[in-house]
C-alpha cells in the first residue's frame, strides 16, 4: 500500500511487526524537485509500543496478514475481558491491561466491537466511533442557566467519567465518541 493511500485504521507490516496507524499527517515541501513526507503515529498490535513512521510519497507498506471479526462481550474477571466471535463462536481472551482504554466503553449490549486476530491470537479491540451509555451519577442541573453552555462531570455505567451539559440528569442514555472521550448527544 503506498503511503498516500494510507488511512487511520489500517494495519500494516513495519519492521516485522503489525502496526494499527494511529494518526496521519502530511509534510509538503517548500522547494521545487522535493518529496511529500507522509508520517504516522501508530501502535504495534503485539508488544502495544508506540511507533513512528515516515514514507516519501513514492514508497510503500505491506498489509499485515491479520483480521477483523464481529464479537460480543461474554463477562470481565480481574484479568482478562472475555469475547465471542460471532462468525464461528470462538472464543477469545485478552488482558485487560492491553484494552485498558477501551474497557471504558464496552458493555455487554454493545454491537459492533471487532477483536484484531493475528496468528489467531486477539491481540486489541476496535470500537465503533460512538457508543451509547447510561448516565448513573452526576450533580441535578439547576434552572436558568440553560442560556450558557456550562458543563458537568457525569459518571457513566461503565465508570466513564465524562463532562455533559448541565441539563441532563441521572438515567439518561447518551453518546460518547470513543476516539475522544466527548460526549456527543442524547440517545
Known sequence: MQAKEIKPGAVLNYNGAPVLIETVSVQTPSARGAATLYKFRGRQLVT???????????????????ERRPVKLMYSDATHLHLLD????????????????????????????????YNNECVGLQLPTAVELTVTQCDPGIRGNSATSRTKPATLETGLIVQVPEYLAEGERIKVDTRTGDFISRA
Open 48 to 66: 502495544k509500543q508506540k511507533t513512528d513512521i515516515t514514507l516519501k510519497g513514492g514508497e510503500s507498506l505491506e498489509e499485515a496478514d491479520f
Open 86 to 117: 460471532q462468525s464461528d463462536y470462538n472464543q477469545y481472551a485478552i488482558l485487560l491491561a492491553e484494552v485498558e482504554r477501551e474497557q471504558s466503553y464496552v458493555t455487554e449490549a454493545l454491537e459492533g466491537i471487532l477483536a484484531l486476530i
